[in-house]
């Protein structure tokens, strides 16, 4: 089985839509291996989202990945479960985001963007170590 990074933006979770997220991965077939609320701490956020550090919009991403309670996730599916899990999702920016996805149905704004999901194989190990070390 093959496992992904899912988080669940504290937008989301101040929305109270964290459920509704995870219901559609669920729906699609991925199983939820590990799950928890947790407000990232910066120095975490800032590991995790190190490949955006030279963007201007660093330091707001950081802000907001930390502001409150993130739903953070692991899920499994039998091949490319990242893949599906960014389908989902819908585009970065939830105007352009297709009606059907995550955040074509849910958001707005790009800086609050409801989901986060790793965006390939690597970054799915790399991300589940960084979130989940003893799994
Ligand atoms: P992704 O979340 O779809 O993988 P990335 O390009 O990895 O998108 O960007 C990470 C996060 O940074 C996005 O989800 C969004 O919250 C934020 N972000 C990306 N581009 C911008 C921008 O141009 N302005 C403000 N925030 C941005
Ligand atoms: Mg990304």
Request: glycine share 10%.
């Amino acid at each position: 089985m093959d496992r992904t990074f899912v988080a669940c933006k504290p937008d989301a979770v101040e929305r109270g839509l964290a459920g509704e997220i995870i219901a559609r991965f669920e729906r699609k077939g991925l199983k939820l291996v590990a799950a928890e609320l947790r407000t990232i701490d910066r120095s975490t956020a800032e590991k995790h989202y190190e490949e955006h550090a030279s963007k201007p919009f660093f330091g707001e991403l950081v802000d907001f990945i930390t502001r409150g309670p993130a739903m953070l996730c692991v899920f499994e599916g039998p091949e490319d479960t990242w893949k599906v899990v960014r389908t989902l999702m819908g585009a970065t920016n939830p105007k352009e985001a297709a009606p059907g996805t995550i955040r074509g149905d849910l958001g707005i704004l790009m800086t609050e963007n409801l989901v986060h999901g790793s965006d390939g194989p690597e970054s799915a190990q790399r991300e589940i170590g960084i979130f989940f070390p003893n799994l």
